[in-house]
């Protein structure tokens, strides 16, 4: 009987004498967080439309690969802000069919010398004006501040009219209407209604086809997808792309991955919006209007995300509460979400921020779009993006067990002589029950008790070389409403000596 088991040393050595194999006794899962981010490059820029390029060093590179000025240039600034230790990939997508948005500025010379301030995609864009100045050379300042700021938009004076700047997406699609392209009334500016005329960005239209570059991604594993794309078909590819019957999260796959977006609209519009959708593996994050634009919410989100929930315990905690860099709140503050809009949100599968007394913009509730189950009846079970990534953990962890110790087995009802070579219904067992304590002591499960009295292994009677398991996983949850009755009392005690306190 043999009782110790060898890869590559042969049963039948005749030759002396001593013979060692090196073999790894294999180690627990151990995370690797990356997040693509899956954006519009300019034509400047070296990467291949459709194919995922990363991890990307720094700004310089993320310039070089994608333009400067490029959608994907500024989500990664943002992304790399919010995730500074996680590798940042990206996804360069085809400019759609469509047309660029395009706006306007006019200028009336303001006759005083001054800071003139406009603010452009939560940029703040400072130029110098003279009292001297006439209009022409005001724009002429302007149109050069703006550029200066390499924004995914371009001004350029009108050949007609010179105090007028044009100015143009970098980008062609719908998203680029409505951006923040306007001068600062908060602090002490030469620009006001009175001498500059603001027409705003509309005209743009079209949306990016996500369907063939999400299949370039291939087999590799990207947790954290983060996109500004919300529109029907866009989320109807990512649905497809990540869905749990053929998609990365199918048995087949086993990839897994969430995608982040963002989406500005009215509460009714996106509690709408988010009515209509069914997902658990997409989160849409909902404003009214923010200086900072989609596809930097999204990135913002996405990177906070991969630097919190790739590993455990912190798996396990809510994200509430951390501040998102880089992006602001509406200037206009009828705009916030108060705790009714929020609450009208979440119901409805639409994710929020909120906004602290110091301006800066956290997250509130991350919400997938899940709210019924395939019968149709509501179903809570996946509505935190938190769950989500919980479940990514736990499968892998499981996978990873199991792979380290019977990935080269065989297979039987019983091992009465303890060979190494075989595994069992229970030895199997018995090492997800192990895995199973491993998560509970890492922070990500509870109850192992009832893990092991619920859990199933078993042979399949049709397919003697195959188990089957029912794993009833119960993942650690998140601290999200502490309600408290306060009672007041004038005293406890009663003139008779009874307590007052029931």
Partial sequence: ?????????????????????????????????????????????????????????????????????SMLSAMYRIAQRAAPFQPIWALPVAEP????????????APGVTGAAILWALGRRIVFQVNAADDAATEAATAAAAINAANLPYTAAVDGTTPAKVNITSRHK?????????????????????SNVAVVALTGGSGSPDLAAPLANLG???????????????????????????????????????????????????????????????V????????????????????????????TAPEVSRPLQSLVLPGVLPPRDRSLWWDTNDRQALYADGIAA?????????????????YQTADSGVPDSTFRDVETMFQ?????????????????RQALADDNPFNLPQIATPKSVRDTLVHAYNDLVALGVCENAGLFAQYLVV?????????????????????????????TAFLQYGTPSGTAAVQ
């Fill in 1 to 69: 009987m043999a009782s110790v088991a060898f890869n590559n040393i042969p049963g039948n050595v005749l030759v002396p004498f001593w013979y060692a194999e090196i073999n790894s006794g294999g180690t627990p899962f151990q995370a690797d967080p990356r997040a693509p981010l899956i954006g519009q490059k300019l034509a400047s820029g070296t990467a291949a439309v459709g194919q995922v390029i990363g991890p990307i060093q720094n700004e310089r590179e993320a310039d070089a690969f994608f333009g400067v000025g």
């Fill in 173 to 193: 699609g719908a998203m680029f209407n409505g951006q923040e392209m306007t001068f600062a009334t908060d602090e002490a500016n030469v620009l006001n209604a």
């Fill in 283 to 310: 989160t849409v994050i909902g404003g009214q209007r923010s200086p900072t634009p989609e596809w930097e919410i999204a990135a913002s989100a996405a990177g906070m995300a991969c630097a919190h929930l790739g």
């Fill in 353 to 369: 921020t909120k906004v602290r007394a110091d301006g800066l913009v956290t997250i509130d509730r991350m919400v997938t779009t």
């Fill in 458 to 486: 078993e042979r399949d009677p049709l397919d003697a070389n195959r188990l089957n398991a029912y794993l009833p996983v119960d993942v650690v949850n998140q601290l999200r409403v502490f309600a408290a009755n306060i």
């Fill in 391 to 407: 479940l990514m953990y736990v499968a892998r962890y499981f996978r990873t067990a199991v792979s380290n110790k019977h990935a």
């Fill in 97 to 108: 069919a469509g047309a660029y948005a395009a706006g306007s500025m006019t200028f009336t």
């Fill in 219 to 281: 087999d590799q594993e990207f947790d954290f997808l983060a996109s500004p794309y919300s529109d029907t078909s866009a989320l109807n590819a990512v649905r497809d792309f990540l869905d749990d019957q053929s998609g990365r999260w199918s048995p087949y796959q086993q990839l897994y991955g969430h995608y982040f977006t963002a989406q500005f609209g009215t509460l009714s519009g996106l509690v709408t919006f988010g009515n209509g959708r069914n997902d658990r593996h």
